[in-house]
């Protein structure tokens, strides 16, 4: 018999109610929203990427991808410089202000997170919850089958609602 999804008791709705305020909570403390947060990441770890890569990484449409990287531009977040080769391409690089945005805005998160752990989890807890991370990260491990899944490429409608790595 398949698992009710529908029950609150069923592991991954409480997962999700667990992991649901937490993520809320970090991204309150943030002036960025996560999928800016997330475009500054990428491009602050890669030097620089297209639109269409980001929309693949970020997963939004290229089209959510470029007004959000021109409102990040207006920061001086970004740049774009025009392909050398192909002058219909641009690429979005950090500025030096991106960069310590991002800075920021990573330090922001993880403080708040940082205090609560510290302040609220027992070591016995601190210790659950840290060897609870690499099964965390498994979740989010790509396999061949998912790359290749429609519903795994399914962009977000916005950078607004997409989720960031959970790199904080």
Do not use: F
Not at 26 to 31: A, F, N, S
Not at 40 to 48: C, D, Q
Request: hydrophobic share 40%; glycine share 4%; no cysteine.
């Amino acid at each position: 018999m398949p698992p009710d999804l529908n029950s609150d008791s069923e592991p991954t709705a409480e997962l999700l109610e667990a992991l649901i305020p937490i993520l809320h909570r970090i991204h309150v403390e943030r002036t960025l929203s996560p999928g800016k947060v997330g475009i500054l990441r990428h491009v602050a770890e890669n030097g620089r990427a297209s639109t269409a890569e980001l929309a693949v990484k970020v997963q939004v449409s290229p089209q959510a991808i470029s007004l959000a990287a021109r409102e990040l531009e207006a920061l001086g977040l970004v740049e774009r410089i025009p392909d050398v080769t192909d002058r219909r391409r641009s690429w979005i690089h950090p500025t030096e202000a991106g960069r310590l945005k991002l800075a920021e805005e990573t330090r922001t998160g993880r403080a708040w997170l940082y205090e609560v752990v510290r302040e609220r989890l027992t070591p016995e807890e601190l210790q659950s919850l840290v060897s609870a991370i690499p099964v965390l990260r498994k979740l989010t491990t790509e396999t061949a089958s998912e790359t290749l899944s429609p519903a795994a490429s399914t962009p977000a409608p916005t950078p607004e609602t997409a989720s960031e790595e959970p790199h904080d």
